[in-house]
């Protein structure tokens, strides 16, 4: 079964409180993401801002329009069930933490590309697209035995 750190990002862009909107809207911007945890001088969450935040509400620091309850998950969360808190709120992204430290964002993009994946059975050479098998459905091989392949396939796509 994946957890949330098999398919989490690791880099996590964070920001301040005391950050102008402004600036808020420049870290989302540049790194092409719609929301990031905001985090206090201990580095604990304490809140997140996203594109409907700045939209929406107003204020001059990332602190008056963050929205202070955030739903988060631990590591060791089932991706099943980032994929129903997700969903369930019409969430973007989940936060993931260890204690009160943010150490990762598991989005819907990541849950795409985990289902987009093909997995290869390193003792037959059979391939299982999705999420990791439990067993090779061709020589029986345990989830140990498989490895993960996201390169591209030409030949199902419409960009060449």
């Not at 808020?24 to 001088?41: K, T």
């Amino acid at each position: 079964m994946l957890r949330a750190r098999d398919i989490m990002t690791h880099h996590v862009v964070t920001i301040g409180p005391t950050a102008s909107i402004h600036d808020a809207a420049r870290l989302l911007s540049e790194y092409n993401i719609s929301g990031a945890p905001v985090v206090d001088d201990a580095e604990q969450m304490i809140g997140i801002i996203t594109e409907a935040d700045l939209l929406s509400k107003e204020g001059k620091t990332v602190a008056d329009i963050m929205t202070s309850r955030v739903t988060s998950a631990h590591e060791d969360t089932p991706v099943e069930s980032i994929a129903q808190i997700l969903t369930s709120n019409r969430y973007k992204r989940l936060p993931i933490v260890r204690g009160e430290r943010v150490v990762g964002v598991v989005s819907r993009a990541d849950i795409v590309r985990m289902m987009a994946s093909r997995w290869t059975c390193a003792i037959c050479g059979a391939e299982q697209a999705g999420r990791q098998p439990i067993v090779c459905a061709s020589c029986g091989a345990d989830a140990a035995a498989f490895e993960r392949d996201l390169t591209p396939r030409m030949e199902i796509s419409t960009r060449h």
